[in-house]
């Protein structure tokens, strides 16, 4: 349980109280002013979402309290009056709080820079505070991160903030809709110096002032997820008064803070964690990311089966599965590792539950299977339903022999009627009220026994727009390592074994260099296809890599095989036509597959179309693609003919079901490349008779 502390490490007191330590205050912000979460936030706020059936504003005010936290603000943003009406019953508002006081306060605004500015006018702040994201789940001690600000704060009144970062590896913010964060940092001070960011995707590029390029020492850092926990000074919401422009705390406020550092001589620092668990479930995919993580157990003091939150009795079985022991299982249920079930839920007969989350209170009926989905509370599914990787929302209902498929997003209280097939992707509301003042009450989902309807996007809001239907489109970037489920292809299972890529916990131990150079690479490859970058120097680039991995051959072609069948893939999914993709891609970059001093041999050539297969194996129509990818290997002679044959009848690639099914669209290549080879060889038989006669 967290501390209850009256002193703690806070600012100086006001005139005439020298000496005196204040409580420690925080500000969480509950709203973010962004439809990520999109189209749950229509109806509830974002900070009351679920995450592993515990609402994030918990997980940021345990951490909090861990923290030592005596005051505390919530700026609640859209839904207040739900916001509040949740924490009054909370604990955090009883005779068992922790702290010495929580506080609502209420403003009119449209972006963070809105509340901040409405912050500074309260005065309120009277020394050292915290702010802190809604949705920021951590169990890093922040003391000493204090200790470094408070002192900082002493030599140079100037120091103003201290930003809470956490490492991790290259890649991490490679999804759909992801933002990717660049930080120059004075190691020598903890200082940052500029900051920008771009869509995960994009041509990286810095526009560093060229002065700051004279520093003996930069740290250029795109490998750090940024918690939104701050420590800061009152001087902080003065510059946020002082420039009404800035609305978003980082790429507006902190932008034009470092960026006008010679007006203003305020500097602004880092922290940066590296041993602990720390992030923010900003948008879907960290959703899912940090939810995998707590089914895994990885944050202990935060683990499901600890029940630290709420009146729950949760059990972690042998298997890996945790379940309330209020809930009413009927035999034979198959429940499977990474299966959460919340308190007073009920599973009938026959159903198969794996990697999924369900709720309180929710009832699922006979022969269901649920795969990879977020069953939220107070949910009703009917008999023979099939949902896979998919989030249902609060007191929603879908009726018998539905199918849910990957990536919907059911919204609260919507009924899908018996008998319904809702399409991957598809976003699912109550009428919505949009932005020109009608209701969208017109295109109904499903038969007309259901009460939901398709949700529109806010134009005005690309970023999050694209963010808030890629939950599952992507599955190598929306689940969490540590799952390691089907979705991980064999070569990908070996690279990724204790590097937790997708994890926020620890970063991958430098023990594993193998590890390592599997992953960087891979993720490397992949942004430089998706930039357009000409193969010569993407050569160059994986040569260096090579080297300073101490990888071998195999390795390489496996990343160069791994990352192109991803990109490829991105390509079709985002609406391109497999064939155009296959032919573009090998023409352009077949040079790193046949690289110079590489073995070429049949082998060689067999084991690329094997980890290509293997990777294809978790493509949607990934036989499609793989019959285009061998064609165009074919017609533009990057292989001969020996080493499709002989991969067409190597056991490996006809083992197990999927690789089987995989193989089956390319058999009419296959068949083809024998005729032909028949027939050339009955000619050559032909031409010999013509020359003996």
């Not at 979460?37 to 940021?60: G, Q």
């Not at 890649?171 to 900051?195: A, M, N, Q, S, W």
């Not at 390029?213 to 008064?241: A, F, G």
Request: hydrophobic content about 35%; glycine content about 8%.
């Amino acid at each position: 349980m967290a501390p209850k502390s009256g002193k703690a490490a806070g600012g100086k007191g006001r005139a005439g109280e020298e000496g005196k330590e204040e409580p420690l205050q925080a500000v969480i912000i509950a709203d973010t002013f962004e439809t990520r979460f999109a189209p749950f936030t229509l109806e509830r706020p974002r900070c009351l979402i679920p995450v592993a059936n515990t609402p994030l504003i918990e997980y940021s005010l345990e951490y909090l309290a861990s923290a030592g936290v005596q005051v505390v603000y919530i700026y609640a943003g859209a839904h207040v009056d739900q916001v509040e009406t949740y924490i009054e019953a909370s604990r955090w508002k009883s005779h068992k709080s922790p702290f010495g006081s929580v506080s609502f306060l209420r403003c009119i605004a449209s972006s963070v820079g809105d509340v901040m500015r409405d912050l500074d006018q309260k005065h309120l702040m009277a020394g050292d505070f915290i702010i802190i994201s809604g949705d920021v789940i951590s169990n890093f001690p922040i003391e000493k991160a204090l200790k470094q600000h408070k002192a900082r704060r002493e030599k140079d009144k100037n120091a103003i903030m201290t930003m809470v970062l956490r490492e991790t590896l290259p890649g991490v913010h490679e999804h759909p809709g992801g933002i990717v964060p660049t930080f120059v940092i004075d190691p020598t001070k903890d200082r940052c110096l500029h900051y920008e960011e771009a869509l995960s995707g994009a041509q990286p590029a810095a526009h560093v002032d060229p002065e700051l390029l004279k520093s003996p020492e930069l740290d250029v850092r795109q490998d750090l997820v940024d918690c939104r926990l701050d420590i800061c000074t009152p001087d902080v919401l003065s510059l946020w008064s002082d420039n009404f422009d800035n609305q978003a705390p980082r790429k507006e406020f902190l932008y034009g803070v470092l960026k006008d550092y010679e007006l203003n001589g305020k500097t602004i620092h880092t922290y940066i964690v590296k041993d602990h668990y720390a992030s923010r479930a900003a948008d879907y995919w960290s959703y899912n990311a940090i939810s995998q993580d707590l089914k895994q157990g990885l944050v202990a003091s935060l683990a499901v089966e600890n029940n630290v939150f709420g009146d729950t009795h949760y059990d972690r079985s042998q298997r890996g599965d945790i379940v309330d022991r209020s809930v009413i299982k009927v035999r034979p249920t198959k429940l499977a590792a990474g299966a959460i079930v919340g308190p007073d839920s009920s599973v009938g007969a026959g159903c198969r539950i794996a990697n999924s989350i369900i709720g309180q209170r929710c009832h699922v009926g006979k022969n269901t299977s649920i795969d990879g989905a977020y069953i939220w509370d107070d949910v009703t599914i009917g008999n023979n339903v099939t949902i896979k990787r998919a989030i249902i929302g609060n007191e929603a209902f879908v009726g018998d022999n539905c199918v849910i498929e990957e990536g919907v997003l059911v919204s609260y209280g919507v009924r899908i009627a018996p008998g319904t097939t809702v399409p991957a992707q598809a976003r699912i509301c109550k009428p919505q009220q949009l932005s020109d003042g009608e209701q969208n009450d017109q295109d109904l989902v499903g038969a007309e026994g259901g009460e939901g309807h398709a949700y529109v996007d806010d134009e005005d809001d690309f970023v999050a727009s694209r963010a808030s239907r890629l939950l599952y489109g992507k599955p190598e970037f929306a689940a969490s390592a540590s799952t390691l489920d089907s979705d991980i292809s064999e070569g990908e299972l070996s690279s990724m074994d204790g590097s937790r890529r997708q994890s926020f916990a620890t970063t991958m131990s430098d023990e594993d260099t193998s590890d390592r150079f599997q992953h960087d690479t891979v993720a490397i490859l992949l942004q430089r296809l998706q930039e357009g970058k000409q193969a010569d120097d993407m050569l160059s680039e994986l040569m260096g890599l090579r080297f300073s991995g101490g990888a071998d051959e195999a390795q390489v072609r496996r990343a160069v095989a791994i990352a192109m069948m991803k990109h490829v893939n991105s390509e079709v999914e985002g609406g391109l036509s497999a064939a155009d993709v296959s032919r573009h891609v090998l023409t352009a970059y077949n040079t790193l597959i046949r690289r110079k001093g590489a073995a070429q041999t049949t082998e060689e050539q067999v084991l690329f179309l094997l980890e290509a297969q293997r990777d294809l194996t978790r493509r949607k129509d990934g036989g499609k693609t793989l019959l285009f990818v061998l064609k165009d290997l074919y017609d533009l002679e990057v292989f001969g003919e020996e080493a499709f044959t002989e991969w067409w009848a190597d056991e490996r690639s006809g083992s197990g079901e999927e690789m089987a099914a995989l193989r089956q669209q390319s058999s009419q290549f296959i068949e083809w490349l024998e005729n032909a080879e028949s027939e050339s060889e009955s000619e050559e038989d032909d031409d010999d008779d013509d020359d003996d006669e």
